[in-house]
């Protein structure tokens, strides 16, 4: 069965302290891994798309990685503004457009 | 360029109630996926919807159906509410044969009561 498990389901980080996220996935076959970032009471915001084992995609502060097992999100010198929930989820080949298998997610607090 | 965006925002219903949601893709795009998802859950997949078709469904009960319309909008119409169906609907919209990604919108906040 598909699954994705997000580690650890809490992180409190002082200002500047740097720290990863861990996305564990099983999947029959890996289309796509996608990081989103949500604020309370919103829908998810997509941060990045990952293929393929080796990849790595950068945005601002965040870093996404992949390997064949899981995923980290790395965040270098975190601000209160990063604070939020960040989900990850994964879609398997051989199905259509659809259906995007998610963890429970990682809620990050950012303390000044 | 707008973004998904869903209606309405808030919605208080009572069980054994109908209730029907809406979502607008973002421009551009021709998919629509419907997600439940439940305070301290990730979103669950309920749909998708391509061509006017259901083309994918997730492990929901039937009360749950759609609809997409010519403008690709759709709606999510959830029957013979159940207390357990209050949570947080989602619509995301996607370009089908351009990209795997999918677009969320802000989300209705559904209560059953």
């Known amino acids: 069965e598909d699954q994705v498990t997000q580690s650890p389901e809490a992180l409190r980080l002082q200002e500047g302290e740097s720290s990863s996220l861990n996305c564990s996935y099983t999947?029959?076959?890996?289309?796509?891994l996608f990081w989103y970032r949500q604020d309370p009471g919103k829908g998810p915001e997509f941060l990045f798309t990952l293929y393929s084992a080796g990849e790595e995609k950068e945005k601002e502060r965040l870093k996404a990685t992949l390997t064949k097992k899981e995923s980290f999100l790395h965040i270098t010198a975190p601000k209160p503004e990063d604070s939020a929930t960040y989900l990850c989820a994964v879609q398997a080949r051989g199905g259509s457009q659809g259906n995007l298998i998610f963890g429970k997610g990682t809620k990050l607090s950012v303390k000044p | 360029d707008a973004g998904v965006t869903q209606s309405p925002t808030h919605l208080i219903k009572t069980r054994g109630q109908q209730v029907t949601l809406r979502c607008s893709p973002k421009s551009g795009h021709d998919t629509v996926s419907w997600y439940q998802q439940a305070l301290g859950q990730g979103p669950q997949f309920i749909f998708q919807y391509y061509e006017e078709e259901e083309r994918q469904r997730g492990n929901f009960p039937d009360r749950f159906s759609g609809h997409q319309f010519p403008n690709y909008s759709s709606e999510l119409n959830v029957n013979a509410l159940l207390l357990g169906d209050s949570a947080l609907y989602l619509c995301?919209?996607?370009?089908?044969?351009?990209?795997?990604?999918?677009?969320f919108g802000p989300g209705t906040r559904l209560t059953v009561t």
């Open positions: 999947v029959s076959g890996l289309r796509g």
């Open positions: 995301a919209s996607s370009s089908t044969g351009i990209s795997y990604e999918q677009y």
